[in-house]
């Protein structure tokens, strides 16, 4: 089942133009939505719908706010009055906002009930969870760039240090993280903290991996780089503007009546097998 799940369409965020782009695995581009103000971070639900951070270029007061787009491009306003610069969702389906000048994470369930996470982060602009649920921010700027690990209780502590400005978090399936380092480098994680450079890209912002390992990079120049576990890079898409958030979209569940489906299939095919060893 696993082999036949389909491919995953990846989702850009322009901070110039304003829109979301989706592309194909073959990289072939579309305008998924419009009218946003100023997108930074963006990451999807299980079911689908794409939350969009639109910092509003992160003006004061806070005028920003986080856009909810369902699959068929209908927009809604999930929260609003915000200084929004990433988003992640954990395991149990709540969101979770980086807030930039107030230097807050905020915490929303599917409801969009808000609570406030997590305090006193200076400049928090790149969220990513690990596989414990705990939450990884990157914050800070101008060589003092730091990655906070912060426990599911809320408990924070230092995880690397010594970054320029960690515009991208994501997470491999080996649970080493990736971070995109105003430094022109993508530094990789150990789940440790031992750091060593993984890529070397132009302005890299956002980050997503694909399910083969793939890691996507988007650039502040335009160009959405791939790189392949291997190392070697090419140009998956360009588009103008600024890159910014990345993500993947969910690969669908399959629904009961497939799964019904697929096992009535199996025993029939045993049942072929074996007449015909018979």
Excluded: C, W
């Excluded at 992160?58 to 068929?72: D, K, M, Q, Y």
């Amino acid at each position: 089942m696993a082999a036949n799940a389909p491919a995953q369409n990846l989702f850009s965020a322009n901070y110039i133009t304003d829109d979301i782009y989706e592309y194909t695995p073959a990289g072939s581009q579309s305008t998924f939505a419009t009218g946003m103000n100023y997108p930074a971070g963006i990451a999807f639900n299980s079911t689908g719908d794409l939350f969009v951070a639109n910092s509003a270029n992160n003006v004061l007061p806070a005028a920003g706010n986080i856009t909810e787009i369902a699959p068929n491009g209908t927009q809604s306003i999930f929260a609003s009055g915000l200084d929004p610069q990433a988003l992640a969702f954990n395991s149990a389906g709540d969101l979770f906002e980086a807030d930039y000048r107030s230097g807050n994470i905020y915490e929303y369930t599917p409801g969009g009930v808000q609570s406030t996470f997590a305090t006193g982060l200076f400049i928090p602009i790149s969220l990513a969870f690990n596989n414990a649920g705990d939450l990884f921010v990157g914050t800070g700027g101008g060589n003092n760039g730091v990655i906070i690990e912060i426990t599911p209780g809320g408990i924070q502590s230092t995880f690397a240090t010594g970054l320029s400005f960690p515009e991208g978090l994501t997470f491999n399936s080996a649970g080493n993280l990736f971070e995109a380092d105003a430094s022109n480098n993508i530094f990789e994680f150990t789940p440790g903290g031992t750091r060593s450079t993984y890529a070397a890209v132009f302005s890299p912002d956002g980050l997503a991996l694909d399910s083969a390992g793939n890691l996507f990079v988007s650039t502040h120049s335009g160009p959405i780089i791939e790189i392949a576990p291997n190392g070697t890079q090419s140009t998956f898409a360009t588009q103008s503007g600024i890159a910014t958030g990345l993500a993947f979209q969910p690969v669908p569940e399959p629904s009961a009546f497939a799964l019904i489906g697929l096992g009535v299939g199996t025993l029939i095919m045993r049942r072929r097998i074996s007449s015909a060893k018979n």
